[in-house]
Structure formats: C-alpha cells, structure tokens
Nanobody, 126 residues
Framework: QSQVVESGGGLVQPGGSLRLSCAAS????????IGWFRQAPGKEREGIAC????????DYADSVKGRFTISRDNAKNTGYLHLSSLKPEDTAVYYC???????????????????WGQGTQVTVSS
C-alpha cells in the first residue's frame, strides 16, 4: 500500500523547535513534490511549504517564512519540516502530502497532491 506517514509532532513551548518527518512507503519520492499543510481547530487547511522533487526549489506561506524550513532526503524516501520560533498560533494538525511531477516545479498551488498522511499534532503552549 502506497502511503505517507508523518511523525515528530508534540507539545512545545513558545519559541521552541520541532522537526516533522514524512516517510513514504510503497513508492519512491524522487518524482514527487512534497507539500506540508496544517489545519487549526475551526480554520481551513493552510498550505505552508512545498519542495520540488530535486529539492532545489521551495515555497513558503508568509505565516511561516523565515521560521520553518522544508527539506527532503530522497535516499531515505523522507521529507522534513523543521519548525522554529514557534508561536501559539502555530498549533494545528500538520499534514504532509506528495504530488507526482514531471520533474519541473510550478509552485505549491499547482499540485493536487496524490497522497496525504494522517496528520501529526503540534501544540505550542507554555
């Protein structure tokens, strides 16, 4: 079964850091754009970061730019999202997703995302 699974969420104090992982199984991530999304209670899902299949191109939402870093290790078939300078408003369920690409990169909004994970909770609170 092809799937992506997130891990690494948890409770962290304001100003703290976390690293989320997105492990793919049943397929190789080499030809996929990876996206990270989040959804807070009562709010719509928000796309926050994307990375091209090669890792050369990245996009960030303004709400996380300069604080979050998306990366990938194709040899490990895994994507990552490093969260730093966390704020209470970053509290949400974080999802990773993967979208097949032809090797080009056309920006986050272009990709419909073929695989979605089940989400991992990130809670920022003192």
């Amino acid at each position: 079964q092809s799937q992506v699974v997130e891990s690494g969420g948890g409770l962290v104090q304001p100003g703290g850091s976390l690293r989320l992982s997105c492990a793919a199984s049943g397929f190789t991530l080499d030809h996929y754009v990876i996206g990270w999304f989040r959804q807070a209670p009562g709010k719509e899902r928000e796309g926050i970061a994307c990375i091209s299949s090669s890792g050369e191109n990245t996009d960030y939402a303004d709400s996380v730019k300069g604080r979050f870093t998306i990366s990938r290790d194709n040899a490990k078939n895994t994507g990552y999202l490093h969260l730093s300078s966390l704020k209470p408003e970053d509290t949400a369920v974080y999802y990773c997703a993967a979208s097949l690409t032809d090797g080009g990169y056309y920006g986050c909004a272009y990709y419909p995302m073929d695989y979605w994970g089940q989400g991992t909770q990130v809670t920022v609170s003192s």
